[in-house]
């Protein structure tokens, strides 16, 4: 059975003497498994669509549960990102997370649409990486269906704060300092709780939180359109924003680790 449809490579690995693995994003079936055979030759018409964060119109031949790449055309191949480490150590990332994100045989517009905008940004230098970054896992926490209650504090049920507050990581929720020091006496706060569950408070401020509000609630093509108000805020927010996938996820990122080294 042939078929052709618009992917984007998230993953590379070789396979058997000279070939390669794929997986692939799509919009309609989620995440594709496809050989390429003898793309890893020099002489390959295939190489430009079998590398890492290639997008391209995929012509596909399924054989005995497998897909077999035929040939394609390019769309895009998010060349600028390769020529910048910071930038591409990132993508590396982003490109880990849709994988883990996205199921197969299940639809993935949003997850594709989001990665490529993504990708975009980084390349084009839309925003820094670290907004770039931050606005992502936020997003990938969102679509998987475990984004926090950011509306009100889980206890008061206040929805405004001026100062300092809370994100409850483990239990999805934001706190606000007045309940939780009379939850817990006196800060700081043990970190494991009566149930010897881990507790992770991160500290959040009003601009923090406005961000990520935002993130959780705009419509995909705006979703970096916010703001700071300063680097304090951002980087409670990118501390935030890490911790939070990461844990929910359950797992580290081999990707995340170099990107941290290479922007240190
Ligand atoms: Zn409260």
């Keep these: 059975m042939k078929k052709a449809c618009d992917g984007l490579?998230?993953?590379?690995?070789?396979?058997?003497?000279n070939d390669r693995a794929?997986?692939?994003?799509?919009?309609?079936?989620?995440?594709?498994?496809?050989?390429a055979k003898g793309a890893r030759s020099v002489r390959s018409r295939n190489a430009s669509l079998c590398r890492i964060l290639s997008y391209s119109n995929l012509e596909l031949h399924k054989k005995n549960d497998l897909y077999w790449l035929m040939g394609g055309s390019l769309n895009n191949a998010f060349f600028?990102?390769?020529?910048?480490?910071?930038?591409?150590?990132?993508?590396?990332?982003?490109?880990?997370?849709?994988?883990?994100?996205?199921?197969?045989?299940?639809?993935?517009?949003?997850?594709?649409?989001?990665?490529?905008?993504?990708?975009?940004?980084?390349?084009?230098?839309l925003k820094p990486l670290w907004q770039i970054?931050?606005?992502?896992?936020?997003?990938?926490?969102?679509?998987?269906?475990?984004m926090p209650d950011l509306v009100t504090c889980r206890d008061c049920g206040k929805e405004s704060f001026e100062g300092e507050l809370w994100l409850d990581v483990m239990n999805g929720a934001i706190v606000c300092p007045v309940c939780l020091?009379?939850?817990?006496g006196s800060l700081p706060v043990p970190d494991t709780d009566r149930f010897e569950t881990r507790n992770?408070?991160?500290?959040?401020?009003?601009?923090a939180l406005a961000a990520m509000r935002y993130?959780?609630?705009?419509?995909?093509?705006?979703?970096?359109?916010?703001?700071?108000?300063?680097?304090?805020?951002a980087d409670y927010l990118c501390r935030a924003a890490e911790t939070y996938l990461l844990n929910?996820?359950?797992?580290?990122?081999?990707?995340?680790?170099?990107?941290h080294t290479v922007t240190k």
């Design 9 to 17: 490579v998230l993953r590379v690995t070789d396979s058997g003497e």
């Design 22 to 35: 794929l997986t692939v994003l799509t919009a309609e079936e989620g995440k594709l498994h496809i050989i």
């Design 80 to 125: 600028g990102i390769n020529s910048d480490l910071e930038a591409f150590s990132l993508a590396s990332y982003i490109a880990e997370i849709a994988d883990e994100i996205s199921g197969e045989n299940f639809p993935a517009h949003e997850v594709l649409q989001m990665t490529l905008n993504t990708l975009y940004a980084i390349e084009n230098g």
């Design 133 to 146: 970054k931050a606005t992502y896992e936020l997003f990938a926490a969102n679509i998987s269906g475990f």
């Design 181 to 184: 020091s009379k939850k817990n």
């Design 200 to 207: 992770i408070l991160l500290p959040l401020d009003a601009s």
């Design 215 to 233: 993130i959780a609630t705009a419509p995909l093509k705006r979703i970096f359109a916010y703001g700071l108000s300063s680097k304090e805020s």
């Design 248 to 259: 929910h996820l359950e797992r580290g990122f081999d990707t995340l680790t170099f990107y």
